[in-house]
């Protein structure tokens, strides 16, 4: 399976860093046009979404979790209001590391 970010430039760099491949996509529309496209790959197993671009698009990305078998969670952005996020713990704990 595999795992793809979608979100602001510096979201998707932090896991690119890891190892995890991207789609950087600034606007909420183009975010869930590449979500959709991403859940349509039966490869991929979890898309890791930041939350800045996710909070016009909630009740889409509710109906396409309904939808398709893949995994779509929201991450604090990077820079975020919320505490510093450490993107490599959260992955693991995901993951069940």
Known sequence: ???????????VTSF???????IISESPEK????????????????????????????DELTALRAEKSTLVFALPATGSEKSE??????LKKILGV
């Open 85 to 90: 996020v450490d993107y490599r713990v959260m």
């Open 16 to 22: 690119q860093l890891a190892g995890v491949p991207g």
């Open 1 to 11: 399976m595999k795992i793809f970010t979608v979100g602001s430039k510096s979201f």
């Open 31 to 58: 975010a869930l046009d590449d979500i959709k496209k991403l859940t349509d790959d039966s490869d991929v197993g979890l898309i890791l979404v930041s939350d800045d671009v996710t909070e016009s698009i909630n």
